[in-house]
């Protein structure tokens, strides 16, 4: 039995009101809808990813949300305050910028000030809490030197706390941890989910990496062309596309094509050119609908000898990547078509080889249906 | 071939630095005539802070420069931030194009067009009275501008956006952001603007030679009429003291620069 799940996810019952609301906000530069009818609650304390390629409109949302652009129409609400005519300046947010934007010309310590004596605080407050900030940054000692003089990660760390010193509401972060190596860009990743627990601040990050957006987020909107295309948990998201287009961006996948051709009460049959494909029923499906079965590559098992699954293929191992913890292997199916399989590398596990001839099998379950 | 480069080299400094050296040396000629070498002597130094008309020039080309300068700075940087920060708007290719006019047009058309333009004032509205220091700061402010303007723009244009905006989303507004932030980055574009005014303005002949009025000779002005009636020994004396204080301002410059790094 699963332990019971504490953590709280009020997206689930939707008791509590939103925090954030955006209520079909568009932006349109000339002909082009930067941002397409976007609807979106948000719930205090969420790590809200926006995902998607350059041009999907995720970088405008945000913007518009800082109060940087104005939306063509629709409204956006934070903690039930219509934020139409309040300028960025007096906005409850702050943003962390993709280049992070440290004033040059100030230290390490004015720049977090900065944002505290536009409130016009007093001389002590600033100073206490620009240490407390540095303190959770893990900048100490660096108070008194120049943007130049910070390395990369210590750039990034000063812009959070620059951002986070506020104490706003709502901290929008565009492509937080994109310029930083990846070692760093995973320590990081971490740091950051301690910090937005501790101060309980409800972050928007936007982002182009799935991987980041998989480890940050308890929810993400994957966007594409202006629009959202699904909001769900990482899980959700990752398990369930509700599109080609989202198992294709979020991950690896293998797409069959074909038409649904028998649909039961416990499965679904999807003539391929591979033969007949089982997946669990999908309401909203008609017979002959061209669909596709989505499945992950770590979803298919690999052997030597044929197993019984509900789906069954031989193929033969084109190539392999190997990659330490795992191995993908590119296997070419009789139709032609190119599979990729994972295979965790364990213990005492034969590799399969160049032109072996494998079996593979994946249960029902773990194909999704998707349109297109 | 190993002694090409160095040939070159020297044959370059040659080049840029031989007239400037014999102007130096003549200038310690005892002799009255500037080509033959008559012995040492400081005497044309003396002659030349005796000469009130040298003096006099030195202190109003001083002076024109350094208010022109400031205000080619004011009116440049406002310029080159409406041509960069507001974007398209009505209007904006006949600016782009009238700010960087002077840089383009002969000195001789700039100053013929602006003494057209004060004598016609004059009659017109009664301002500026006559001409003098007034219609040469007028005059040198609008050529300077558009270089400053130029300067300023680049500075501009490499400027990332978003210093701005993160200054504004923590709370400061557009005029705050201005001084708090544009301003000091753009600082350098700035000075370096000032000073190229200043000194395109010490340097100018020929528009303060169409817009001058009795009593407001400037410096270059004084010395070319003097060369005119023959070159005298005190000019050789004026124009090293020139490039021992130019000599002075770029090497106090460079340790400025080098501290900072």
């Known amino acids: ?372 | 071939m190993r002694l090409f480069l160095p040939i070159v080299a020297g044959l370059g400094f040659l080049f840029l630095y031989v007239p400037i050296a014999s102007l130096v040396i003549f200038s310690f000629n005892e002799s009255k005539l500037v080509t033959v070498w008559g012995g040492f002597s400081t005497k044309w130094y003396g002659e030349l802070f005796r000469d009130p008309q040298i003096i006099d020039a030195f202190q109003i080309s001083l002076t024109i420069a350094a208010i022109s300068a400031t205000l080619a700075v004011a009116l440049g940087t406002l310029a080159a931030l409406v041509l960069v920060r507001f974007g398209p708007f009505w209007g904006r290719p006949v600016l782009s194009g009238m700010t960087t006019a002077p840089l383009v047009m002969p000195e001789v058309i700039t100053g013929l067009s602006l003494l057209l333009l004060f004598v016609s004032m004059e009659r017109l509205v009664g301002w500026p009275a006559g001409r003098g220091m007034l219609t040469i700061i007028i005059a040198h402010t609008v050529f300077c501008m558009a270089y400053v303007a130029v300067v300023v723009q680049s500075r501009l244009v490499d400027m990332d956006d978003s210093l701005e905006e993160a200054a504004m989303d923590l709370g400061a507004r557009r005029v705050r952001v201005f001084f708090d932030i544009t301003l000091p980055v753009i600082a350098p574009a700035l000075i370096s603007g000032w000073l190229l005014a200043f000194t395109l303005s010490l340097d100018d002949l020929v528009v303060a030679s169409f817009v001058s009025g009795p009593g407001s000779s400037t410096l270059p002005m004084v010395i070319f009429s003097k060369v005119r009636l023959g070159v005298s020994p005190d000019v050789n004396a004026l124009a090293s003291l020139i490039i021992l204080v130019v000599a002075l301002g770029i090497g106090l410059a460079a340790l400025a620069m080098r501290k900072r790094r």
């Open chain 1, 1 to 372: 039995m699963a332990a019971p799940d504490t953590y709280p996810r009020p997206w689930r019952d939707q008791t509590d009101p939103p925090f954030i609301r955006i209520k079909s906000i568009t932006k349109r530069f000339g002909d082009f809808a930067a941002v397409d009818d976007v609807s979106l609650d948000i719930w205090q304390g969420e790590l809200f990813c926006l995902l998607g390629g350059s041009g999907c409109g995720k970088s405008t949302l945000l913007r518009m949300l800082a109060g940087f652009e104005t939306p063509t129409a629709g409204v956006v609400e934070i903690d039930g305050q219509d934020m139409s005519r309040v300028p960025p300046f007096a906005r409850p947010t702050n943003m962390m910028f993709q280049s992070y934007a440290l004033f040059p010309h100030m230290s390490v310590e004015k720049n977090i000030a900065y944002g505290l004596q536009r409130d016009g605080l007093g001389r002590a407050e600033v100073a206490g809490r620009v240490a407390e900030m540095l303190k959770l940054v893990q900048l100490d000692g660096l108070a008194k030197r120049k943007p130049h003089q910070l390395s990369g990660g210590q750039r990034q760390r000063v812009a959070l706390a620059r951002s986070l010193v506020k104490k706003p509401k709502l901290l929008l972060l565009d492509e937080p941890l994109g310029a930083l190596d990846k070692k760093l860009r995973e320590e990081t990743q971490f740091e950051l989910m301690t910090i937005q627990d501790q101060l309980g601040v409800t972050f928007i990050v936007v982002t182009h990496d799935q991987e980041e957006a998989m480890t940050l987020s308890t929810r993400i909107g994957v966007m594409d062309a202006g629009r959202i295309v699904q909001v769900g948990e990482p899980r959700d998201i990752y398990e369930r596309p509700g599109s080609r287009f989202v198992a294709d961006f979020i991950g690896s996948v293998n797409l069959f094509e074909g038409e649904v051709e028998a649909a039961a009460p416990d499965f679904m049959r999807i003539r391929t050119a591979e033969g007949g494909i089982l997946v669990p029923p999908e309401a909203g499906f008609g017979s002959r609908e061209k669909v596709a079965v989505a499945v992950r590559p770590e979803k298919i098992r690999l052997s030597r000898e044929a197993v019984g699954a509900d789906n069954a293929l031989t193929a033969v191992v084109e190539d392999y990547a190997y990659m330490g913890d795992c191995t993908v292997y590119k296997l070419k199916l009789p139709s032609g078509r190119v599979v990729s399989v994972t295979e965790t590398n364990g213990f005492g596990a034969e590799p399969f080889t160049w032109d072996e001839e494998v079996h593979l099998g994946w249960p029902a379950a773990a194909g999704v249906l998707v349109r297109g």
